[in-house]
């Protein structure tokens, strides 16, 4: 399957969208939650604190004078104190600022809109929080204070934060995962799309199946298809017209080549006359022979382009297979030129066209056969070649202990009608494009080197490596 | 031996009857599928040479009613297209051999000769190449009418080239021929027997070593 990761996408960009906002309203959400949920609370404990000053001033004995005295007995200042959390403090102070009852010290809150009024203090070296009531008396205003340590507010406090947070936290999760599955699920006939087109071969021509096609790529697809059926159209234009070409061209070209033959050895039976006319015929043949080759050629390159050869013709096949029968197909031409020409073959699968891949083989044989003396030797191989841990290559290749190719060439060579300088061959130069274009259209490379013995020529086709 | 020619180019059509009676083979010549169909109605023939591409009907459908008429008779298709489907379509329907315009005249005579010389050791038990003679139900081989003493192997060896004379016999194929006599046969053993043959029949006929490949046996 083809890597997602390249480029963006959508998927990431949906979810990095729409998670980063929502993770920022959910903390939002828990601040919210939190000082909705401490205000009422500190509230409710300041009215436990008020309610304990309503018990004090009850107790409290003002006399005519003025002098203010509390009646707290001990079991009522026991019970005024029993708290499990928290120490509670009081202190009663008259008109004067004056010490009546309680504990010594005891911040008194300043006076606020409110009666009884509050501020949070420290006492005995911890945080307190103070209510203070001014009770109006005829001799002036007398304070009640009544104070908490906040062991218990900061408790709930605690405990009310981490609750809002665990829940709030959950939610957010809940809510990521939601999108999360909403985006995978939303985006999969996208995805569907996508892989059906990673999968197709680079040859496929049918169209894309629309069925599962949302509409807002729709006009994708459609485009694409349109794309395909036109190019299809023109591969098989292409396939036909090869096809009358190569009959019209190769009709004429087999009769006139087979007509001079004929002649040829007739004139050599008849014993004609003038050397000079048999001379003139045999260099016709030859001729034809090269026009005949030419065209062929010619043919093989334009069908060997991409564009003249749809899927259809791409099938498993054995290189072992392909290699004997050209090895056998060019024996005659070996033996007539004194070459030993051999195969050292091992299994190896690849897929792709039977009659290109001949062709391939045919011209690198043909080229090898050409510029090898008489006396030497051409071997075609096959087999494996391992490229890396994992992946193995099959290869092709042609080797000759010829002249060789001078360095300086190698690249021209496979140029079309290039021919090596000073040579006397009769090749057209097309050879070596051919199994270039067929090569190309295999996705496979060509290395040209020097023999394995230091001579000659090695040109090695490796096919693309296929899955360990 | 007569062959029919069914050509429609005339100027092929000629070079393929001068040749083919040149290499001594009785040639009749028509233009059509239509034509050919009448002519073996009349006649009898021991090959069929086609080409493809006739005006009317086609090549490979004028193959596929001979052999749907249950004739045996061989076919060589001649063509000037090329790619993997005609050539799978034209051996498919029943072609024995296939050849590709242009051709050298000499090749076309080679292959027709093949194809005769197959169709009658199916039903003729002598394999006749050069001057090489095999008598295959007596194990008989002869070179000049002076008989040849062989091993069982050789014999075996001998057989299956002659029956291919003129094609490259793969190694493993001959080792399989070979095998049949006794348990296990290398390669270097059938390379073994291949010399001893060669030792025997001298001049008459060529046995000849395609390295890594096989053997191929030829009229001298």
Redesign the interface.
Known sequence: MASPARGFSIRRRLLLLLSAPLALLLTAGVLIDYFSTVSPLSAAYDQVVASSIVAVAAHLDIGADGRVKSELSDQAIAVLRADNHDEIYYLVLDADDRFVAGDAGLPVAPEGRDNPSFVDAEYRDAPVRVATYRMKTASGVVLISVGETTNKRRESARNMLSYIVASDVAQLLGTLLLVWVGVRVGLRPLLALRDQIARRSARDLAALDESPVPSEVRPLTEALNRLFATVAEAANAQHRFL?NA??????????????L??LS?DLQQHGAADPALRERVARLHTGMQRL?HTANQL??LA?AEPSANPAG?FRELDLADLA?DG??AH?DRA?AAHI??????ESARVSA???LLRELLANLIDNALAYTPAGGNV?ARCGIVAGGSTSRSAFLEVEDDGPGIPEEERVRVFERFYRIAGGEHEGNGLGLAIVEEIARAHGATIELTTGSGGRGTRVRVVFAARGS | MRILVIED????A???V??LT?SGFAVDRVSSAEMAEAAMQRETFDLLLVDL?LPGMDGFEFVRRVRRAGSGLPVLIVT??????D?VNALDIGGDDYL??????PE?AARCRALIRRSKAAGNPQVVVGHLHLDLPRREARVGGEPLELTPREWAVLECLALHAG??V?KERLQQAVSSWTDDITANAVEVYVSRLRGKLGEAVSI?T????GY?LDES
Not at chain 2, 100 to 105: D, M, S
């Open positions: 096809a190569a009959h019209q061209l190769r009709t004429p070209l087999a009769g006139l080549q087979a007509q033959e004929l050895s005949g043919l093989a069908r013709d004997k090895v056998a024996f033996l030993d020409l051999g195969i050292e073959a066209s039977d009659w071997t | 180019d005339a100027l092929v000629d070079a393929m001068r040749g040149q591409g000037a297209r090329d790619g993997l489907a050539r590709v315009k242009p051709f050298a005249v076309l094609q490259v793969h000849r395609v390295r890594g490949l191929r």
